[in-house]
């Protein structure tokens, strides 16, 4: 590795889409390529060869649960399955109605839209939806301390958020939560994968991901973790029969929850998203997560320093972030997007937001041709980007 890059051979682990330069990781990251072996090997050829192959795939979501507990530093009892990061919330809430007389979840309106439908979703359970100001900075801790009262049960943070990349100091979040006698439940969906994620030393009471994005693991694999104080505290409303101490003892009179974070998986699980997932893991766990967001930052930061001089009507990020680069591009959307699809760059806007992820398997030449292709927005210097075509 030099300058902080990763080895370019890192990208031939991968399947990347032919003919584009791919920067879209914070929406689907790239399929591994041992993933196709890995289906293939723990969800079809055990059930050709057995038929009921339950013992295998169970042992195919175990190997997940480790993968992913040893990737974020947490213990494997203490992460459920979820199919998406919705579901994992949903369920955590439907516990806390007992829990306490509480009944105010608050987040920023930043927040991936998914959990506001949720949290507004249970208004005919009780439950109020409170929002940060639209001005308040969400990486602040006083930002959210100032909005905590008597009536906070939850505290829903993004750790990266998906419209700005701003990156949230967790840890400090959590403790102005609990100062206020609040939950915490940390959204990683944005950040597992590409920033180090760290539940347990950040003091959150509960965290939610997904392999969709960083991770490289396809959707259909969420989880919700629940730190270990609730463990076995916390009674989910919405349970079903994988929820069981014993899935397949089958009494539907004796209904017992699971002692460890199983209480909160419901009906009958998928298995292939989690088999996918796993191949995901391991691959972003041997790369290893702090030289991918070493890799990141030095792509971001060769980037800034040959387009961000050019363009002084646009709005660049300024603070801690994550692993997307998002540019306000203004009334220039339209001409970025045009010189993208003319040039053969995957990327995507939140509104005018353009967002730019460089994963490991992005590269120096990606960028050249990234800034090729934004040398051709008419009010950018072409001659100035030289350098990197």
Known sequence: MSGGLLPEAIAERFHLPP????????????????????????????????????????????????????????EAQDLCPATNVSAGLSRYIS??????????????????????????????????TR??????????????????????ALVIAMHVSSVSGALTDIAAVAAAAKAAGARC????????????????????DAMLGTSVKWLCGGPGAAWLWVAPHDR????????????????????????????????WWGGTPDVAPFILSTAGIEEIAAIGIEAIRQHNMVLQGLLRDTIEPLTPQWRWPRGPSGGTLCIDTGTEKADVEAAFAQHGVAADFRGTMLRLSFHAYSGLGDLSHLAQALSFVPSIDRARTASWR
């Not at 929002?131 to 906070?152: C, E, K, N, T």
């Open 131 to 152: 929002y940060l100001p639209a001005d308040a900075d969400v990486r602040d801790a006083a930002s959210w301390a100032a909005a905590l009262d008597d009536d906070v």
């Open 19 to 74: 003919g584009a330069t791919y920067l879209k990781s914070h929406s689907v990251g790239c399929q591994p390529r041992a993933a196709e072996a890995l289906l293939r090997d723990r969800l079809l050829t055990p059930w050709r060869e057995t038929g009921e192959a339950w013992s295998h795939w169970l042992d195919a979501i175990d190997q997940w649960r480790a993968a992913l507990a040893g990737l974020i530093g947490v």
């Open 232 to 263: 076995s505290t916390l009674d989910p409303m919405e349970r079903g029969w994988w929820s069981h101490e014993n899935p397949f003892e089958m009494d539907i009179s004796d209904f017992r929850y699971a002692p460890d974070a199983r209480r």
């Open 95 to 128: 516990a806390l109605g007992s829990a306490t007389r509480r009944r105010t979840i608050l987040l920023a309106p930043s927040a991936f839209p998914t959990i506001g439908y949720v949290a507004s979703g249970l208004a005919a359970a009780g439950w109020k």
């Open 185 to 204: 439940i940390a959204d990683c969906a944005q950040s597992v994968g590409i920033v180090p994620v760290t539940p347990a030393p950040w003091g959150v």
